[in-house]
């Protein structure tokens, strides 16, 4: 009994140090993204889904000139957040797109680890979740990538998911709400510290979701982080753009297509062009785009 | 509680020492330990539902004991038939309500009258489908005398509600555990080192295949309609892994668990994707429900001693009931029926028993015919799978039609699953090479070196943190 106990208790141990050995090597070896990129030109973006499918890079890359990091991915989570705050260089030019369906949604897919200054600021807030922390920082992937991935254009719109899900969603009683907001508020903080300059960006959806997202149980929290928010960064600038087009925009209710993304990434950065020191707000015609 | 989650890899240990360390003097102690541990289990996920498990634990307790004094045949009739109706009604009302209401409202629409009857807005308990044919086996086993009521409450109920089978099986007879409950348990080194492999492994098919495979098959079958043929194949070939290892990966931790406190499960999946006929696939998918069909439902009622249309009749009784215990959708209902229909051939033309033994027995690779037998199997269990997955039959139809179209011979899109395919393959290997064993990490400790062992595990383990999907609910819970 004693002999197996102490066996499978080496066994783990072992397995720790390994971890930890792999840990250290992998970041020293690769996590260096501060040294290798200037900051000057450099542009980095968070989002989940929405701004995957919503940012045209080749054309910052190419017609802008910008050295564009994107770690913008469906269904992104809180933990990617806080570790892109960990990991933009100070004074970086940011642009974050924190969508509601990240906010309210019960699981998300991250896929980087925690830095550990965030662990004790994730148990202070009640928001346990050890597995995907302990799990990822063993081996954490790069969270940023420089390829658009946009969706194709396509004359009718695809339903991926029925509305009565986002019914679902928003109204659902969403008891980590909070919780994901208050380390969402960590990590602007984080970049607030390194002075960066950080534009929101909210991206649009379909009008056959405007019943659900104008009358919703969730809609008072999401109002209310924004205004935490805005009164923590002390945001300057509110404002709306409004995209024309004879051609449909959306992919499905909640991504644009390939033609939104480019037509969106134009407005926003020939409207912007990043005068430091400033803090933006854009949201697209109310939220909607036909 | 997940056998996949921080909350048991907590849980387990504390029980563990508790059992061998603390109660170990004394049997009933340890007995009250697994029934109160059993319930904590249980009860971590609602433990409202902890008074279902109660109820039917009490009734089959009071039910196996008149059963045991009585010897009037009307009594003892009546004693199964309360048990039977209780434990069924339980299922049928929290399972099967809401699908006998709105097909019949659908039936009464079809014939054009409107009737108004509300379903009901209930959570399915977890594991229902599992702990009450496990205490409608203890009352039938009593009932046909192949078992002795016993009087012990604590040893009753700790069987019923035994934590590592509770909620996903292996659905265990009452003549197989309830003795192991009986008797004074002695740690057995050998017994519980192999426990933790089997864990591995289990740990390995449901996080690293089931959880990958689960995020690429539900994007393609959440979109069917816009895939190509080749991607739509691929989703019910990732479809067909994560069942596979969501389900036996949690038969695998199950019995390897029960190792660890000196009890045998029986076996619940025997390697059923090297089959090479349907037959085969029957006797090493799922064993502990086919059995337990078989034994308390497919002999009752004849078996195949009668005629033609009798074993025609028996067997599809089995496989649609089997499908229908599933779920209460129509998709299960068909994929029962479509491996009746697999399945009847061979048993009409006597050749369901020809495939008794591990396919290339003795040899390392496949004979070009087992390799083509193994292929279509596969390939049957492949369409059949695209029913129990799909939400309607239609659906499931569209499916096969839409894989049968030109675009089939195209470039499929991987979802990102060309790394979840090589850990398929990984398994298949693995299991390939230790089709002869009882779960795939099963070594001979003498024929293999201790670091090549030590090796294996930690590769599996590593494999297991650094690569595992998202975590996902294991896909029979909702059974």
Redesign the interface.
Known sequence: ?L???T??FY?FF??AI??VVALLLHKFLFNNLNKKHPVSKSLFIWGDSQAKAGFDLSYLKDTLNFQVFSAAYGGQGVYDFLVFAETVPENSQVILSISQLAQLRE?D?NRSGIPLSFLFKMISVGYYD???V??KN??PKSLFYSTSGLYPYKDSL?F??PIEKFEIIYNQDNYSVDKKNKLYMAGLKKLKSKNCSIVFVEFPFHPLLSPVLSENKSKETIDKFWLDVSDMLGCIIYDTIYIHSEKRLMHDLTHMNEVGAELFTKEIFNNIYFPRDQHYYFKLNDGFVE | MLFN??DFAIFLPIVF?LY??VFNRRLWLQNLLILVASYIFYGWWDWRFLSLIAFSTIIDYLVGIRLGSSKSKVKRKALLLTSILINLGLLGYFKYYNFFVENFVEAFRFFGSEIQISTLKIILPVGISFYTFQTLSYSIDIYQGKLQHTNNFVTFAAYVSFFPQLVAGPIERATNLLPQLSLHRI?D?GK??DG?RQILWGLYKKIVIADNCARIANDIF??YQ?QSGSTLLLGVIFFTFQIYGDFSGYSDIAIGTSRLFGFSLMRNFAFPYFSRDIAEFWRRWHISLSTWFRDYLYIPLGGSKGGEWMKIRNTSIIFIVSGFWHGANWTFIAWGALNALYFLPLLLSKKNRINTNIAAEGKFLPSAKEIFQIGLTFFLTLIAWVFFRSDSISDALKYISLILSNSTLSIPDFNGGKTTLLFIGILIFTEWLQRSKQHALDFDERSLSVYLR?LI??IV??FI??F?G??QEFIYFQF
């Open positions: 009994m002999k197996f106990i066996k499978v066994f072992l397995a390994i971890s699981k897919k050890f597995i995907p302990m799990k063993l081996m695809t991926h998911e | 989650s921080i020492v061998w360390l740690f080194y519980a080192v933790l959440d979109a816009d030590y595990y930690y383990l590593f943190i650094l595992g998202e975590q």
